[in-house]
């Protein structure tokens, strides 16, 4: 049985990393033995039919049929013919019988996707069956009995449906015998990262990210999950000049998809402010670099030194903009610095560090969720500081992500100033 839990984790691209992730497939495997109805929810994209065909794939009628449906792709006046099949005649264009999808399914698993969406009226129908109870075919005068084991998804709010007399409550606590939620990716770093790495591969082999792309991604909400992602990286590969190139933020394009504009990511404040922010993160996305930053905005250089001395004199070093700035600002430096893990100290190589995280390589692979402890020196001033984490992400190439943890108030403060004058210095 264990071989056959670890297939289902490697279903399609869905990697399982995170400690969120491995609870939800655990539990999957654990009802499995069981004939319960399954309810599945969680937002779109985020992997609902990897854990459906887990729980298939683990129970004892892994051998017999599986049968997906979309409830929402079956147009409505198809949905009871589609579900329960029809008689020869039974309406115009009928010539022959047709089995309906509980029939295909029998003695396997049939799993519902957007099971909210069916019409009140095939809900009845459906919790009969769900309930044992042999049906009709459509146009039929003899009952069929089929051995079923449902398994549904939805990305709505089933119950508000329920309130809103837009579902059954019968067949809601029918299906939600037991219910699994499956987190959106922007809460699974591990995921992200290892799905981003295995597509990447999948379309070039030779691509690999940088540690900005990286650090874009685990920064990203991804409102379109993993359907998102495996968009972006589509799009990423396309860009690429070479098949061996790596894959920067410029090329991931995040937030430019169909899902940015439902993201809720509106841009606030007034012009001045919006276009301050635009042209920080312009400098950010290109690491500093003020040529290529004014190109993407469509500016001179000139008006772009310009813009960055008002806003130094306007205050750069004081108040919330500031603030705001410090946080999001990463530099890239080479520097040695030593890392505990597992009781170890491990030289390495610093590539980037701003003050929610950090890259770094060495010659050894680490495991991703992994404690960390970066032991950095201030290069100007000596001083030595220790970063608490945990390893976000890592590659072939020896590169790995650290997200810190809580920092005492002193190195923060350090650390903010550090890279303020960095900042500073860039421009």
Same mark, same amino acid.
């Given at each position: 049985?264990? /071989?056959?839990? +670890?297939?289902?984790?490697?279903?399609?691209?869905?990697?399982?990393?995170?400690?969120? %992730?491995?609870?939800? &497939?655990?539990?999957?495997?654990?009802?499995?033995?069981?004939?319960?109805?399954?309810?599945?929810? !969680?937002?779109?994209?985020? @992997?609902?039919?990897?854990?459906?065909?887990?729980?298939?794939?683990?129970?004892?009628?892994?051998? $017999?049929?599986?049968?997906?449906?979309?409830?929402?792709?079956?147009?409505?006046?198809?949905?009871?013919?589609?579900?329960? !099949?029809?008689?020869?005649?039974?309406?115009? !264009?009928?010539?022959?019988?047709?089995?309906?999808?509980?029939?295909?399914?029998? *003695?396997?698993?049939?799993?519902?996707?957007?099971?909210?969406? =069916?019409? =009140?009226?095939? +809900?009845?129908?459906? %919790?009969?069956?769900?309930? @044992?109870?042999?049906?009709?075919?459509?146009?039929?005068?003899?009952?069929?009995?089929?051995?079923?084991?449902?398994?549904?998804?939805? $990305?709505?709010?089933?119950?508000? %449906?329920? +309130?809103? #007399?837009?579902?059954?409550?019968?067949?809601?606590?029918?299906?939600?015998?037991? *219910? =699994?939620?499956?987190?959106?990716?922007?809460?699974?770093?591990?995921?992200?990262?290892?799905?981003?790495?295995?597509?990447?591969? +999948?379309?070039?082999?030779?691509?690999?990210?940088?540690?900005?792309?990286?650090?874009? &991604?685990?920064?990203?909400?991804?409102?379109?999950?993993?359907?998102?992602?495996?968009?972006?990286?589509?799009?990423?590969? &396309?860009?690429?000049? *070479?098949?061996?190139?790596?894959?920067?933020?410029?090329?991931?394009?995040?937030?430019? !998809?169909?899902?940015?504009?439902?993201? @809720?990511?509106?841009?606030?404040?007034?012009?001045?402010?919006?276009?301050?922010? &635009?042209?920080?993160?312009?400098?950010?996305?290109?690491? #500093?670099?003020?040529?290529?930053?004014?190109?993407?905005?469509?500016?001179?250089?000139?008006?772009?030194?310009?813009? %960055?001395?008002?806003?130094?004199?306007?205050?750069?070093?004081?108040?919330?903009?500031?603030?705001?700035?410090?946080?999001?600002?990463?530099?890239?430096?080479?520097?040695?610095?030593?890392?505990?893990?597992?009781?170890?100290?491990?030289?390495?190589?610093?590539? $980037?560090?701003?003050?929610?995280?950090?890259?770094?390589?060495?010659?050894?692979?680490? /495991?991703? @969720?992994?404690?960390? *402890?970066?032991?950095? /020196?201030?290069?100007?001033?000596?001083?030595?500081?220790?970063? /608490? #984490?945990?390893?976000?992400?890592?590659?072939?190439?020896?590169?790995?992500?650290?997200?810190?943890?809580?920092?005492?108030?002193?190195?923060?403060?350090?650390?903010?100033?550090?890279?303020?004058?960095?900042?500073?210095?860039?421009?």
């Amino acid at each position: 049985m264990a /071989t056959a839990v +670890q297939n289902s984790w490697d279903l399609g691209s869905h990697v399982v990393r995170s400690d969120a %992730l491995k609870r939800v &497939m655990r539990l999957a495997e654990q009802v499995a033995h069981h004939p319960a109805a399954v309810l599945i929810v !969680g937002e779109t994209g985020t @992997g609902k039919e990897i854990v459906a065909r887990s729980i298939h794939l683990n129970s004892l009628r892994c051998n $017999n049929p599986w049968v997906d449906v979309n409830c929402a792709a079956i147009p409505e006046h198809l949905v009871e013919s589609e579900l329960f !099949g029809y008689e020869k005649g039974a309406f115009s !264009g009928a010539d022959a019988l047709k089995r309906g999808l509980f029939e295909i399914a029998n *003695t396997g698993t049939l799993f519902l996707d957007e099971i909210g969406e =069916l019409d =009140l009226k095939v +809900q009845v129908k459906l %919790l009969r069956v769900l309930d @044992g109870v042999p049906y009709f075919r459509l146009g039929g005068s003899k009952k069929v009995s089929v051995d079923v084991r449902v398994v549904a998804a939805t $990305n709505q709010d089933l119950q508000a %449906l329920v +309130q809103a #007399g837009r579902f059954r409550s019968d067949l809601y606590h029918r299906l939600a015998q037991f *219910t =699994l939620e499956v987190p959106p990716l922007r809460e699974r770093p591990e995921d992200l990262i290892g799905i981003a790495e295995q597509l990447l591969h +999948q379309h070039s082999p030779g691509l690999h990210f940088t540690p900005d792309a990286v650090a874009a &991604m685990l920064s990203y909400s991804w409102p379109g999950n993993v359907r998102e992602l495996r968009n972006c990286i589509f799009r990423a590969v &396309m860009l690429a000049r *070479t098949p061996t190139a790596r894959i920067s933020s410029t090329e991931l394009r995040l937030g430019h !998809g169909p899902e940015a504009a439902n993201s @809720g990511a509106a841009l606030e404040g007034d012009l001045n402010q919006v276009e301050r922010t &635009m042209i920080l993160s312009a400098l950010e996305r290109y690491r #500093g670099n003020q040529g290529q930053a004014a190109d993407a905005l469509g500016i001179s250089r000139r008006t772009l030194l310009r813009k %960055l001395k008002s806003y130094r004199e306007g205050g750069a070093g004081t108040g919330a903009e500031s603030s705001s700035e410090r946080e999001s600002y990463r530099t890239d430096l080479e520097a040695p610095v030593t890392i505990e893990h597992g009781g170890r100290r491990i030289e390495a190589t610093l590539l $980037n560090i701003s003050v929610g995280g950090a890259a770094f390589a060495l010659n050894q692979a680490l /495991t991703c @969720g992994a404690p960390v *402890t970066i032991l950095f /020196t201030f290069p100007e001033t000596g001083d030595e500081v220790e970063f /608490t #984490g945990r390893v976000a992400w890592s590659n072939r190439e020896g590169e790995h992500g650290v997200q810190f943890g809580e920092m005492p108030a002193p190195v923060r403060s350090n650390l903010q100033r550090w890279l303020q004058s960095r900042m500073e210095a860039n421009v």
